[in-house]
């Protein structure tokens, strides 16, 4: 099987994409095309794969993208039985001729798209009827089973599961925590820099793992340069969680926002993969998750201090955030361990492109706005 995997959005080394899923497809020994932003990312493809390279659409300096983006998945689809797309801008950019296509949609896709500042308006406030559309033009794969309510019919779920390592790296330790992943306004970022300013006369020192938006760089600089932190920018994500094994804590402090409450930050998973008791909001997938498995603290929206305290207990009871990471890492390999699923993964995808379960020229169509 051949497939064309797409994105603009997305790192090309993004843990989904590229070490999840694309390595299930090399694994399983089918054939990859990949367009993605290798360039603007400094990322050197891996030689398995066959790369396309197109600008990254960031914040509103999307236009030289997405100019781009049909050309590219034209080029890299035009042999290939399969077509996967990542972003929601790519399903306005489909070529016309196109092979069986996939949305992996990641994200809430309504809230999602009401929040793309630059999309036109009506599009914006449409955005039910659109994913409607998108439903009678490609096949659906979903990272949460909560995202169902926003379709009309079932999908299958590809849930954010991760590499799970048989027992836990090490145990929490006491002059550490780290946050993993990207960082934004909406994800919590001014809140890290003050909670890193009170923890470091306790002896506790903040580590960020992940690239920020371009309004959060220089935050992030000068907590740096004042000694708050420590930002290491974006780490390829089996390296990030190597780099956070032995953390006091893994911090996830997403605000309420619409695009956020139907959803478990992959984050929280990979510190339970790793034996890290996990310091949460509470959002309502990852505050059930760390309650019912018992493998950290819930914290309210906002509230710096609760983050405090809840880390200082950590590191004052190691006997017992030893025993939240090694909970949490139970249910992650039980429930969460990325291997399990890859073959489920693959199986759907060989099936998708030997009998499309749409109608031939619905894969002609260009979705219009």
Known sequence: MRVCVGTIVHHPEDARIMHRQIRALLDAGHEITYVAPFTDCNVTPDPRIRAI?????????????????????????????????????????????????VWDVREDPVATLEARSYLPEQLRRTSSS?????????????????????????????????????????????????????????????????????????????DLVGAADAEIRPLLRDAQREGLLDWYG?????????????????????????????????????????????VTTPLPAAASLVDRTGCGVVTPFGDVDAVLHAVLALREDPEGAAAMGA???????????????????????????????????????????
């Open 130 to 206: 659109l994913i409607r559309r998108v439903e009678a033009r490609a096949h659906l794969i979903l990272a949460e089973k909560s995202y169902q309510e926003r379709f009309s019919r079932p999908h299958p779920v590809v849930p954010n599961a991760a590499y799970v390592p048989p027992r836990p790296p090490t145990t929490p330790g006491r002059d550490r925590v780290v946050h993993v992943g990207h960082l934004s306004r909406s994800g919590g970022a001014t809140h890290l820099v003050e909670l890193a300013r009170r923890l470091l006369p306790h002896g506790v020192r903040l």
């Open 327 to 369: 909970r949490g890492h139970q249910e992650a390999l039980r429930h969460h361990n990325w291997p399990d699923h890859a073959g489920d993964f693959v199986r759907l995808l060989e099936e998708w492109a030997t009998v499309s379960a749409t109608p031939a020229s619905a894969h002609r169509q260009a979705l219009t706005i």
């Open 234 to 278: 974006y780490v390829p994500n089996q390296h990030a969680l190597r780099m956070a094994e032995g953390a006091v804590a893994g911090l996830s402090l997403p605000h309420d926002v619409p695009a956020h409450r139907r959803s478990t930050p992959a984050k929280v998973v990979d510190y339970m993969s790793r034996g890290i008791p996990v």
């Open 53 to 101: 390279d197109i600008p990254r659409a960031l914040g509103g300096h999307r236009r030289r993208s997405l100019k781009a983006a049909r050309g590219a998945l034209r080029r890299g689809a035009a042999d290939a039985d399969l077509l996967v797309v990542h972003d929601v801008e790519l399903l306005f950019r489909l070529p016309r001729h196109r092979p069986v296509t």
